[in-house]
């Protein structure tokens, strides 16, 4: 079977699917043009809504601007995605709250007692709140793509620093920061090779 | 700003947002429609595309069609998730793998030597492999919803004895197991709250 035969199985509109899998790619410079509050608020309200575990929603997304805070977010990437960062319209910081069981008789009101299980157990909050966490990055990057806008998401950074530099006041552990913006020249580096479905998959 | 307002500063297709964020929902419950050999590659064609970190697609996946590998694997469930698990059309084990760093030379070419210094650092390569799988996962709930199909995402199950069952012969770690399918009766349970913006967002 070859992708496009593949693609006739996709009931998601081929326009949809270019936008958000197959055409979209990681940008490496962006233009000026600002990226408004505005567009953030919607990206989030199309984030949100994918699943996790009990609804748990443990993201959490500092948003730099340029300016004072850019400044003090760049010295903690690593010196290759410096310049990137610094130049981005928008740079959104991803963490994990590993206190997300604060909201738990909110989000999970049919067991708001699991608030005080959580308690209990730091450590296997920080590592569910972390998986969780990674899952909603997905949702997002693919939210930022929605609202025709590029991401650049890094690992390249001091996680322990930037969770010093902005997060001393809460449990937030700084997970990926993704510049957003429109893609500027040269945005695009050649695509790398995917695995194939043989390569990834297994049935029993 | 209303979520309607938020809605139109999203340039993806009303339909699609609709498919895969704001209208699709966890399904409890799946009819008897076979899940297809040729959908399931079709989900992967779609979700290989998203971006990993240095290209390393760590995610990996066990499908699980009905029969004796099905019962194999509801022995690992928690007791709430057996009767959904061994009765939906398709279950797939997604899991990260601790040794992706073998195919380096193939999906990240411009630094092959990027394995060797991998082959070095087990620990280091499970957390990468955690972090990134995890994303992938939100990438292909996102890729079963544009196939027409429904996810129902669990995280109630033995990890460890289902990498046993399964996974003895590889570096496999099971994350999550997520029953595929047409969404049979009374699929649906009441939409959870999510949290508001300004609880998730902070800026500088």
Not at 4 to 31: C, G, K, V, W, Y
Not at 73 to 97: C, I, Y
């Amino acid at each position: 079977m070859t992708s496009n035969d593949a693609a006739a199985l996709i009931t998601l509109h081929p326009e949809a699917q270019a936008q958000l899998f197959s055409d979209a790619r990681t940008a490496n410079s962006f233009t000026d043009e600002p990226v408004t509050d505005e567009q953030l608020r919607a990206i989030y309200e199309l984030a949100k809504f994918p699943p996790t575990a009990a609804n748990t929603q443990p993201l959490r997304i500092l948003f730099v601007r340029p300016g004072e805070g850019r400044e003090r977010l760049v010295r903690h990437m690593s010196e290759g995605n410096q310049a990137k960062t610094g130049s981005a319209p928008m740079v959104a910081v991803l963490a994990a709250d590993a206190d997300f069981h604060e909201f738990i008789p909110k989000v999970f009101p049919i067991r708001p007692e699991m608030r005080d299980h959580f308690a209990g157990d730091p450590e296997g909050r920080e590592q569910m709140a972390r998986f969780n966490a990674a899952l909603q990055i997905g949702y997002f990057l693919l939210a930022v793509r929605a609202a025709g806008l590029a991401a650049g998401p890094m690992g390249g950074f001091d996680a322990a620093g930037v969770d010093k530099e902005f997060f001393a006041d809460r449990n937030w552990k700084s997970l990926l920061v993704v510049n957003i913006g429109k893609p500027g020249e040269n945005a695009w580096f050649d695509r790398l090779p995917r695995l194939d479905y043989d390569e990834v998959v297994t049935h029993v």
